[in-house]
């Protein structure tokens, strides 16, 4: 009876450590997408629809994970800006937070086709990811 008691108390004492070793960023899961990474934040976006089509509305639907030390975000904004040729886009999106670090933004629209970045922006942090919309 004392092994398994020693056993049990072992597997909990190896829970609470890898709980700990975690932070908040590992009781955090990130859906399937696309990654945006900065030190204090990861981030998973798709689209909605996919795939894009020039000037035609869409929504992006992103999570966030704080690392450790991070606060979780009450907001996150999210753009698009084509880099080569400086400029965003003609339309500012209507952002939701969702609740549990999920957030959607909706009335996105790329006006023409290139290489376009999609930013999030959460407190000082910048994370952005590149798309070609043709």
């Known amino acids: 009876m004392e092994k398994r008691r020693d056993a049990v108390r072992r597997h909990a004492l190896a829970l609470i450590a890898a709980s700990a070793a975690c932070g908040a ?5 990130l859906p399937a997408g696309a990654r945006a990474e900065s030190a204090a934040y990861a981030l998973t976006y798709r689209t909605n629809p996919e795939p894009l089509k020039i000037g035609e509305h869409f929504a992006l639907e992103y999570a966030v994970c704080p690392r450790a ?15 080569d040729h400086r400029h965003g886009m003609n339309y500012t999106p209507a952002i ?4 549990n670090g999920r957030f959607r933004a909706d009335g ?16 000082g942090e910048r994370l952005a990811h590149s798309v070609r919309v043709e």
């Not at 960023?25 to 899961?29: L, P, Q, S, Y």
């Not at 939701?96 to 609740?99: D, E, S, W």
């Open 69 to 83: 030390g991070a606060a979780v975000p009450a907001v996150v904004s999210a753009d698009a800006w084509m880099p």
């Open 108 to 123: 996105l629209l790329l006006h023409m086709p290139g290489r376009w970045e999609f930013v999030f922006r959460i407190g």
């Open 25 to 29: 960023a590992g009781a955090c899961e």
């Open 96 to 99: 939701r937070a969702l609740g």
